[in-house]
């Protein structure tokens, strides 16, 4: 690892901290992924994390509300984290399917097929609580 990859993990360590420390299990290698991916059941709920101000300000305390204070328990929920964890991330994607790349993102998933998405773009802005009522509305 370089001194900017070093000083990058450094910096998004309290960013991987704050899903890890509420449920989320941190997918950070292609192998990871894959092993995910072929053992889980039932609903997952996937951050595709980031270090954007609508990653810290909106997608991560949104599904952090949703899974502890919404009512929604998934059986599995995990994050990758773009630009850090390159090669989890790109696996992750390709487990989406057609669905363009896009960071921050959520995810939702049945039995390992993608059953609603959220790109950047619809979290980016987003009035929080109407995001969160999405979160949750997903899980119906």
């Not at 950070?28 to 889980?40: G, L, R, S």
């Not at 039995?111 to 969160?132: C, L, S, Y």
């Amino acid at each position: 690892m370089d001194a900017y990859q070093a000083y990058m993990r450094e910096v998004s360590q309290p960013m991987r901290d704050e899903l890890t420390n509420n449920g989320f299990k941190e997918l950070t290698t292609e192998e990871e992924v894959d092993q995910f991916m072929a053992n889980a059941k039932g609903s997952s709920l996937v951050l595709v994390n980031s270090v954007c101000g609508c990653a810290g300000g909106l997608a991560r305390p949104a599904v952090i509300y949703a899974t502890n204070e919404g009512g929604i328990k998934p059986d599995n929920m995990v994050t990758v984290f773009a630009g850090q964890d390159r090669e989890a991330t790109a696996k992750m994607r390709e487990y989406f399917g057609e669905i363009p790349p896009s960071s921050p993102s959520v995810a939702i998933l049945e039995d390992n097929k993608v059953k609603h998405f959220i790109p950047r773009e619809d979290i980016e802005g987003a009035d929080p609580d109407t995001f969160i009522q999405r979160i949750l509305s997903s899980f119906e």
